[in-house]
């Protein structure tokens, strides 16, 4: 039971727990950057400063009773735990680049996180279930100023926060939401719905970032510019703009439902089969069956699985946890094999 | 419970039992081609002649004891429960079309099936699972010698049996084999096996007779021409080529298994998967798929599954069984479903 014990020790709360909307909304996410007055941004900084942000920031951070947090020195880290890290998104690719004074602090539950040193001095992020950007946003806006009373943050009058990257200026807020929108990619509505949401000035992305491809039918919306925005505007247009998505891929999956019924069926009770069943699987295919198998349990198509594992495993099959969860580095021929027995494990669970 | 019981009612013995050699040979057949000597053959004979040919051939089938069977009318027989039995091969698609006083004698496992009236007045027909010719033709000489103590059959002592079509003119014996060739056919040496085999006076069929194509990777293997031989001359040919065949098949199976390990078991255990979660499925698919999980079986690497029952099935999933099994006549698209509800149903008894 060596394996059943490792994923278990490695399941992700934030996508496998319950919240609203969490058949077309995987996660909801707040961040927040911010910077101290009086060290110069990360990317100009030298060692003494980062050490300082680094003892600062820490020092809030732990005086806080809000939430308890551990912290990760990310030099300690192997490179292979740091890719967990990102493919969880807990921190970001930029953070777990080599570099000086970099660390996150972490709640047992992955919710709250704060990096420090990243692109910013200071970013901190609540990641939840379903769709509940209001009360991620809640808690973010608490943190922050709890963290604002023992530290000196670089704020003008005029701009707002200032941050390291002008896109970030203003609120320093990013807001965003992880859709599985499977039925709109299918009828390929999804291009101009895409086009539209652009137009309101939200970014869309894959799973994994910019530049990252749509694998999985999984996109994040987020905001695209912080400045002459409040926060809750930022908010209340994602929001309105997501309900607006939701209640398309609920139209087109019920439309999908009647029009093809048969093959929709045949082609999630398939991939459910071939996700138990194959020896060897990449994580392409392997995103592409549980994005099948995730609609097929939203439908009430396939009783016996729980939807949330699906939304679960598609970061557990990424490699970097395929090699984590097994405890060993694999080459890729190995990681398929493994990504299929982690998949038929956790299916069993 | 329904469909299971339908499905147990409709097992398939000669393929189902077990046999020697099974992994590759399905089954052997020995039939023999007879004819009356005081009546026309078939083709040329009118009703009343046709008759007297039935009456007298059931006398002589119910009057020996050897082994018990019971008779079938044609004419009374629904089109579909024809089917099934073309499908079983119990009889040949000419006796099941329209057409004056034909039947067939059965036993209760199907092993011994006497036809009347077919291209030849009768044909006696031995069929078992597994490899065993010598033993099939040991109970077809003495069942025919049996039904000859009564009959006048056609005989010259220049030309053997006499029969309606030349080709089996002599001995009116014809012994084929099914053999299950996945692996060579994959590696395409099958065809230069299947000239070696022509030019020693051997025909290749698929698994449903002339111009059926070769589904499911299985191959009929039968002799061509009877005259001139004896009939331990034509079963020791057709042996020693089946067991060169059986011979260069074990030996790609394991080169296979060596080289393409990982493939091998993957394509395997996806196609069980794919069996055990379609929601439809064509015959195509079914024999394709059933073909590679046998070979999984043989080969050891699916302990889960018997092999027999995956031979059983290339039969149980052929259209008319499928709607016998159901109970009711369905379109191609039920059919489908039910295909896969059915194989199932089976893989779970």
């Given at each position: 039971?060596?394996?059943?014990?490792?994923?278990?020790?490695?399941?992700?709360?934030?996508?496998?727990?319950?919240?609203?909307?969490?058949?077309?909304?995987l996660s909801s996410r707040i961040r927040l950057a911010r910077n101290l007055s009086k060290y110069s941004f990360p990317n100009k900084a030298g060692k003494e400063d980062k050490k300082k942000v680094r003892k600062a920031v820490a020092e809030a951070v732990l005086s806080q009773n809000t939430v308890k947090l551990h912290y990760i020195n990310l030099a300690d880290l192997p490179e292979l735990e740091r890719e967990v890290l990102i493919e969880?998104?807990?921190?970001?690719?930029?953070?777990?680049?080599?570099?000086?004074?970099?660390?996150?602090?972490?709640?047992?539950?992955?919710?709250?996180?704060?990096?420090?040193?990243?692109?910013?001095?200071?970013?901190?992020?609540?990641?939840?279930?379903?769709?509940?950007?209001?009360?991620?946003?809640?808690?973010?806006?608490?943190?922050?100023?709890?963290?604002?009373?023992?530290?000196?943050?670089?704020?003008?009058?005029?701009?707002?926060?200032?941050?390291?990257?002008?896109?970030?200026?203003?609120?320093?807020?990013?807001?965003?939401?992880?859709?599985?929108?499977?039925?709109?990619?299918?009828?390929?509505?999804?291009?101009?719905?895409?086009?539209?949401?652009?137009?309101?000035?939200?970014?869309?992305?894959?799973?994994?970032?910019?530049?990252?491809?749509?694998?999985?039918?999984?996109?994040?919306?987020?905001?695209?510019?912080?400045?002459?925005?409040?926060?809750?505007?930022?908010?209340?247009?994602?929001?309105?703009?997501?309900?607006?998505?939701?209640?398309?891929?609920?139209?087109?999956?019920?439309?999908?439902?009647?029009?093809?019924?048969?093959?929709?069926?045949?082609?999630?009770?398939?991939?459910?089969?071939?996700?138990?069943?194959?020896?060897?699987?990449?994580?392409?295919?392997?995103?592409?069956?549980?994005?099948?198998?995730?609609?097929?349990?939203?439908?009430?198509?396939?009783?016996?699985?729980?939807?949330?594992?699906?939304?679960?495993?598609?970061?557990?099959?990424?490699?970097?946890?395929?090699?984590?969860?097994?405890?060993?580095?694999?080459?890729?021929?190995?990681?398929?094999?493994?990504?299929?027995?982690?998949?038929?494990?956790?299916?069993?669970?």
């Amino acid at each position: 039971m060596g394996l059943e014990d490792s994923i278990a020790r490695n399941l992700i709360h934030w996508v496998s727990g319950k919240g609203p909307e969490d058949d077309i909304v995987l996660s909801s996410r707040i961040r927040l950057a911010r910077n101290l007055s009086k060290y110069s941004f990360p990317n100009k900084a030298g060692k003494e400063d980062k050490k300082k942000v680094r003892k600062a920031v820490a020092e809030a951070v732990l005086s806080q009773n809000t939430v308890k947090l551990h912290y990760i020195n990310l030099a300690d880290l192997p490179e292979l735990e740091r890719e967990v890290l990102i493919e969880k998104h807990l921190i970001s690719p930029l953070l777990a680049q080599k570099g000086m004074e970099k660390g996150v602090f972490l709640d047992d539950n992955e919710k709250v996180s704060v990096m420090i040193n990243e692109e910013d001095h200071i970013r901190i992020q609540i990641l939840s279930p379903g769709f509940q950007l209001d009360e991620n946003w809640k808690m973010a806006d608490e943190f922050d100023d709890v963290l604002e009373k023992n530290l000196d943050y670089s704020f003008s009058e005029k701009w707002g926060y200032l941050t390291s990257c002008p896109t970030n200026v203003g609120t320093g807020l990013r807001a965003s939401v992880m859709l599985h929108l499977p039925v709109l990619s299918l009828t390929n509505n999804i291009k101009k719905m895409l086009e539209a949401v652009s137009k309101l000035g939200l970014a869309v992305r894959g799973i994994y970032g910019e530049g990252s491809e749509v694998a999985g039918n999984i996109y994040q919306i987020s905001n695209q510019v912080t400045l002459g925005h409040s926060e809750i505007d930022i908010i209340d247009n994602l929001e309105s703009v997501t309900e607006k998505i939701i209640e398309q891929e609920r139209k087109a999956r019920e439309s999908l439902l009647q029009e093809k019924s048969i093959e929709l069926r045949d082609t999630i009770s398939r991939s459910y089969g071939t996700l138990k069943y194959a020896y060897r699987i990449s994580s392409e295919e392997a995103l592409r069956l549980l994005s099948n198998v995730k609609l097929g349990s939203d439908l009430g198509l396939l009783k016996q699985v729980d939807r949330r594992v699906m939304s679960e495993l598609m970061i557990l099959i990424r490699p970097a946890h395929v090699q984590k969860i097994h405890g060993q580095e694999l080459n890729t021929i190995e990681r398929d094999i493994k990504r299929a027995e982690l998949i038929q494990t956790r299916l069993k669970m």
